[in-house]
């Protein structure tokens, strides 16, 4: 049972090898297919590339910040825009995040760096306040300070009315003692649950997904799974600072996934490089949210069907007129040569940049079909 | 008669009101309905569409710059490549200009700064010699220097293999005393004739523009038609300095319009705006090739069906949820509305200027087809 009658996730098939599954979320704007790639468009969009044209590229699941779109265009523009899928012109599931994420990660200066544990503890007090109630920061835009509540950011996520939506929470980084951590982690257990109260006294047709806390902890971690499947939430994102190693994150997934409820679907925030995903979906994750892709395809490196990367503004490209992945059939690799886009890149044109994010969401699309084969095949 | 086989300009229709009419430019890549307009894509590309895009959006003809490809990423890359469109995967016309027009514009600092008569008189330094032999300029990437003489702008072009190429002139500024412009104006005949001379030494499919010179001097534009037009050109740009204010370059084309042979396609040189458009028509010209309609839409300036502009940026389209141009049938008008556009342009996402783009140039195709309607039906 869920809380959400017009969601829903059904295994089609367990595979006989691993934890891994192929599944479909059923959303009121369809089904997604998984294990599947999110691509992440922060703006409402993803960057170079048109709301139609990702949706025609086959993006089953399109994740927005709340946090930025709070900021830009706020919240009440999307809300009478008729929500986020009319206002960016999308018929295909959005999730939205609680806004937390950026707000934290921007305060310890970007999250990303500190997850990889340089070990610096930077912050730009853009956070002025994390208390019982919530946090107030600092617009990033113009300095307005604006407070954010399990609730308010349940109800601006109702405002934007993505298909998924996710509980307040508090990001720590990676270099924390432990009783900050522990003070943090039973706080965000309980924003969490002001959050899903908020959330079911008006589910509107929206799933809300947990997310799993505790960073290194595996205590922590396990005490999180525990608190949070008694919720009756729709799904389980894994959040929080997995380590400063990929080892260390592999080995925390490792931990982490079989404590989550098979039957909801798993999803893991934030990762979504190829070798995260290979080692994620035989855990039993089921869709990864990433920019890496867009961001990469904008710094002129192509992925491949075959896992290798191709560096757009290598001199080799320069007069190479074979297309980008000749086993790729994109728009770009069907109608442009490798040695056109170095040129474009070159030129620092942003047709360069569009053309190489349409080809890598397309090949993180068809890596994802490939995955659902292999597990029907029981073959991961 | 002329000497390119696979080029003819056939007049559809003279209007019995004005000097404008409708006709067809046929080239060896497809058809050019006039009068119309000439989108540029300095870069082989138009800023922030691709080349398909650009196809599927109906523009005829597409204007690349002959000086920035040889820069990057070099002629012979094209011509590797197959020419230029190959190169960009072109169906549909090409036109290239000869080079000198951004040697001397960005000589002189811009030459649209110039032509509006600050009255400054800029030089970076990036021409180092102008002789009867041609001209030396930096790259303006690595300061490499490059000799382009008429007969070296010629073979880069036929490098580059568009359908309509350009000979070699000096665009000079507009403070200039009389004697120097004289002295350049004889040498640019000298330099057009030996860029005719090349060319007709091996067509290659290619047909050839000449460029009237002479600047505000009515005697020295006369004489320009004179001497141009006894050589066997397949079509005459209007270039040069044409004043310091509209009503300046109005008097101007009114003088030097009617001066060129009716039976040749006629091209204004750098200008679409569109009231130069609405005065150029009846004067007989039928192509007019500019940057200024997608510079606007990158700036957030939209044009209508109806005349006048939009200002994404503008607060009112904060919460205006209408397309853009609701007679406008363009991809974005279509499917996305003004308040989007106006996020998208807050947000500095380059999908806004991609979305833009598409409107602008659709905007200037629509009008001018019914240019050609009101030209069919004597209205113009």
């Known amino acids: 049972m869920t809380l959400s009658p017009t969601f829903s996730f059904n295994i089609?098939?367990?595979s006989k090898r691993s934890r891994a599954r192929v599944g479909q979320i059923v959303t009121p704007h369809g089904v997604i297919d998984t294990p599947n790639f999110v691509a992440v468009g922060t703006n409402a969009t993803l960057k170079a590339l048109d709301s139609l044209t990702v949706t025609q590229l086959g993006l089953q699941l399109m994740f927005c910040n709340t946090y930025h779109l709070m900021v830009q265009p706020g919240t009440n523009i999307v809300k009478k825009a008729g929500g986020l899928h009319r206002f960016i012109g999308r018929t295909l599931p959005l999730i939205t995040d609680s806004g937390g994420f950026q707000v934290f990660s921007l305060a310890y200066g970007g999250v990303h760096?500190?997850?990889?544990?340089?070990?610096?503890?930077?912050t730009n007090n853009t956070v002025m306040s994390v208390t019982e109630e919530g946090v107030i920061f600092r617009s990033y835009r113009d300095g307005t300070p604006i407070v954010l509540t399990p609730e308010s950011s349940i109800l601006a996520q109702k405002d934007l009315g993505a298909d998924?939506?996710?509980p307040l929470d508090e990001l720590l980084p990676y270099h924390i003692d432990a009783q900050a951590l522990e003070a943090s982690f039973n706080r965000t257990h309980r924003w969490q649950k002001r959050s899903f109260q908020t959330h079911v006294s008006d589910p509107a047709g929206q799933a809300m997904y947990a997310?799993?806390?505790?960073?290194?902890?595996?205590?922590l971690r396990k005490a999180s799974c525990d608190f949070l499947t008694k919720l009756d939430f729709d799904g389980f994102a894994i959040g929080g600072s997995l380590g400063k190693t990929k080892e260390e994150m592999f080995d925390l997934l490792a931990f982490i996934a079989p404590l989550l409820p098979t039957q909801k679907p798993n999803h893991l925030l934030g990762i979504?490089?190829?070798?995260?995903i290979d080692i994620g979906i035989p855990l039993g994750i089921d869709t990864f949210d990433s920019s890496y892709p867009t961001r990469c395809a904008r710094h002129g490196l192509l992925f491949t069907l075959q896992g290798h990367t191709i560096k757009v503004l290598s001199s080799a490209n320069r007069d190479d007129f074979t297309p980008p992945d000749p086993l790729c059939r994109c728009f770009t690799c069907t109608n442009y040569s490798r040695a056109y886009l170095h040129h474009l890149f070159k030129a620092h044109e942003m047709t360069g940049y569009t053309l190489a994010t349409i080809h890598n969401v397309h090949t993180m699309i068809t890596l994802?079909?490939?995955?659902?084969?292999?597990?029907?095949?029981?073959e991961i």
């Open 12 to 14: 089609v098939h367990q």
């Open 113 to 122: 760096n500190e997850l990889k544990s340089k070990g610096k503890r930077q």
């Open 164 to 166: 998924i939506i996710i």
């Open 211 to 219: 997310v799993i806390h505790g960073n290194v902890n595996k205590e």
């Open 272 to 276: 979504g490089d190829m070798n995260s």
């Open 368 to 378: 994802m079909q490939l995955y659902r084969e292999k597990i029907l095949n029981d």
